[in-house]
């Protein structure tokens, strides 16, 4: 069964600071990965896909990485802003669904 | 080219009552999943549909749920009496195609659940 696990829990940074959001899993045979973030009371709004044969995706100031043979992806948020607050969660999919990650909940002050 | 819908925002129900919550994909989607989110935990597969059928439902509660995707309409996600642990919110997604490494799921806003 797909395990997926997001650390920390919860960080806060200061506004200008780079940082990394960590997320693994227990089964390597997986479809692609996906980072969503998700505001207060809102949906998820899906900002990389990474597909199984593929290493890194990047969107402006987001890199998401992925090393399949570990069960690890990582998020890199450069230069962070007040907006990047929300709640970062990873989904790994394989079949008919995806299995989430509890989130990172992230917190940049100005 | 309008999003993944759900109605309503916000459902409130009495322990005992029924829920029903509604799902429209996105244009051109033929897939439907359904996910429930507790506080503090992260989203849980429940069900994944396609147009008159169910293909997984190996994450709904044996009793009191139900889901269907009909030929015409939205998807619904029905529960029947209602219990406080039902509290939760629940999310609809929905993607062109199964089984495409490259096929994104799109979500809704979802609908928050209180029961009393």
């Known amino acids: 069964k797909q395990e997926v696990t997001q650390i920390p829990a919860a960080l806060s940074v200061p506004e200008g600071e780079n940082l990394v959001l960590n997320c693994s899993f227990t089964?390597?045979?997986?479809?692609?990965l996906q980072w969503f973030r998700q505001d207060p009371g809102k949906g998820l709004t899906s900002l990389l896909l990474i597909q199984s044969s593929q290493r890194e995706q990047t969107s402006g100031r987001l890199n998401a990485s992925l090393d399949k043979s570990s069960g690890r992806s990582t998020l890199y948020i450069a230069a962070s802003q007040p907006g990047d607050s929300a709640t970062y969660l990873c989904a790994v999919r394989r079949n008919n669904d995806m299995r989430f990650g509890a989130g990172t909940r992230l917190t940049v002050k100005p | 080219n309008a999003g993944v819908m759900q109605n309503p925002r916000h459902l409130v129900r009495r322990r005992g009552q029924e829920a029903r919550l509604r799902c429209s994909p996105m244009k051109g989607h033929s897939h439907v999943y359904w996910y429930r989110q507790l506080p503090e935990e992260g989203l849980k597969f429940m069900v994944y549909?396609?147009?008159?059928?169910?293909?997984?439902e190996s994450g709904m509660p044996k009793e009191r749920f139900s889901a269907e995707f009909p030929k015409e309409g939205p998807s619904i996600l029905r529960i029947q009496q209602v219990v406080r642990g039902d509290s939760a919110a629940y999310f609809c997604a929905s993607s062109p195609r199964l089984g495409e490494s490259n096929a994104k799921l799109f979500f809704g806003s979802g609908t928050q659940l209180s029961v009393l």
């Open positions: 089964d390597s045979a997986i479809y692609n």
């Open positions: 549909l396609q147009k008159e059928n169910i293909i997984d």
